[in-house]
């Protein structure tokens, strides 16, 4: 019988020990979630719950706000991926595909992005959302995380692994810049597409540090602010508190798994591990 290697085996348990470590705090918030409010503070320590309920689910559902919170970060995420793929889409093919005066300058200045934490930007920011009016609305919320300098150089990697044949045979057809983008590059890139809209839906969808400062009204909050609001004069309702959370996280989770196959193949495909 043929022998596992031992470095096989302990890769394995690492796996796994790696996995419980990462499933634990779900775990337990879904099980604090199944619990009633007062079992929640109670000193005697329970794995499980020890009376079984779904009223932190049902109260949480109930108030109105959570349901509010989730359609706000839906609608943020949804607008913040669908703009940053148009605009790192059309930056990308321009660096890539087409030959201008000053075009590594230009490059080089949105790659600055890197260097620069969105807290250093936050008070030019709000001035500005605050000078064109935008303070508490979805347009202030979206327009600060719409460009994405990660995107614009993954997709601009990936540009530049394309043939150029593909491109002068359309511009040959009398195809313009946009058309060719559409109609040539973007089918050949929806692998990598895909994975940059889920990883930026999801990034939107976490965002906290933005809202909380451009956000002055409940009903425009979003659910990483909103879980900031669960908790009373009779301090934080845990079970609510996690009821929240879990459903805050569960249309993402969602998402990635529905889409997890896209996104493997187009990280491979960036990586250049798939042809």
Same mark, same amino acid.
């Given at each position: 019988?043929?022998? &596992? *290697?031992?470095?096989? !085996?302990?890769?394995?348990?690492?796996?796994?020990?790696?996995?419980?470590?990462?499933?634990? *705090?779900?775990?337990?918030?879904?099980?604090?979630?199944?619990?009633?409010?007062?079992?929640?503070?109670?000193?005697?320590?329970?794995?499980?719950?020890?009376?079984? &309920?779904?009223?932190?689910?049902?109260?949480?559902?109930?108030?109105?706000?959570?349901?509010?919170?989730?359609?706000?970060?839906?609608?943020?995420?949804?607008?913040?991926?669908?703009?940053?793929?148009?605009?790192?889409?059309?930056?990308?093919?321009?660096?890539?595909?087409?030959?201008?005066?000053?075009?590594?300058? !230009?490059?080089?200045?949105?790659?600055?992005?890197?260097?620069?934490?969105?807290?250093?930007?936050?008070?030019?920011?709000?001035?500005?959302?605050?000078?064109?009016?935008?303070?508490?609305?979805?347009?202030?919320?979206?327009?600060?995380?719409?460009?994405?300098?990660?995107?614009?150089?993954?997709?601009?990697?990936?540009?530049?692994?394309?043939?150029?044949?593909?491109?002068?045979?359309?511009?040959?057809?009398?195809?313009?810049?946009?058309?060719?983008?559409?109609?040539?590059?973007? *089918?050949?890139?929806?692998?990598?597409?895909?994975?940059?809209?889920?990883?930026?839906?999801?990034?939107?969808?976490?965002?906290?540090?933005?809202?909380?400062?451009?956000?002055?009204?409940?009903?425009?909050?979003?659910?990483?602010?909103?879980?900031?609001? &669960?908790?009373?004069?009779?301090?934080?309702?845990?079970?609510?508190?996690?009821?929240?959370?879990?459903?805050?996280?569960? *249309?993402?989770?969602?998402?990635?798994?529905?889409?997890?196959?896209?996104?493997?193949?187009?990280?491979?495909?960036?990586?250049?591990?798939?042809?």
């Amino acid at each position: 019988m043929k022998r &596992t *290697p031992f470095w096989t !085996v302990a890769g394995a348990l690492c796996a796994v020990v790696l996995a419980a470590l990462w499933a634990f *705090p779900l775990l337990w918030a879904l099980s604090t979630s199944l619990r009633p409010e007062l079992e929640t503070v109670a000193t005697r320590f329970h794995w499980l719950p020890q009376t079984w &309920t779904l009223d932190a689910y049902r109260k949480t559902l109930g108030a109105g706000n959570v349901v509010r919170w989730l359609l706000n970060s839906f609608a943020v995420a949804l607008l913040v991926t669908v703009v940053t793929m148009a605009i790192s889409l059309m930056a990308a093919y321009s660096f890539s595909q087409l030959r201008f005066k000053g075009r590594g300058i !230009v490059f080089g200045i949105a790659m600055l992005g890197f260097l620069l934490p969105f807290e250093a930007l936050l008070v030019p920011l709000f001035r500005t959302m605050h000078q064109l009016g935008l303070i508490n609305s979805y347009a202030g919320i979206v327009l600060p995380q719409v460009v994405a300098p990660v995107v614009i150089y993954v997709f601009r990697q990936f540009f530049d692994a394309i043939p150029a044949d593909f491109r002068e045979a359309a511009v040959m057809d009398g195809a313009g810049p946009l058309r060719v983008l559409w109609s040539v590059y973007l *089918p050949i890139s929806g692998n990598i597409v895909w994975a940059m809209a889920i990883v930026t839906f999801i990034a939107a969808w976490n965002n906290f540090l933005w809202p909380f400062i451009i956000v002055t009204s409940n009903d425009m909050m979003t659910i990483p602010l909103g879980l900031t609001q &669960t908790y009373d004069a009779f301090g934080v309702r845990y079970a609510q508190l996690m009821a929240a959370a879990l459903l805050g996280a569960l *249309p993402v989770a969602l998402a990635y798994v529905l889409f997890q196959r896209r996104v493997t193949q187009g990280f491979l495909a960036a990586s250049g591990l798939k042809g």
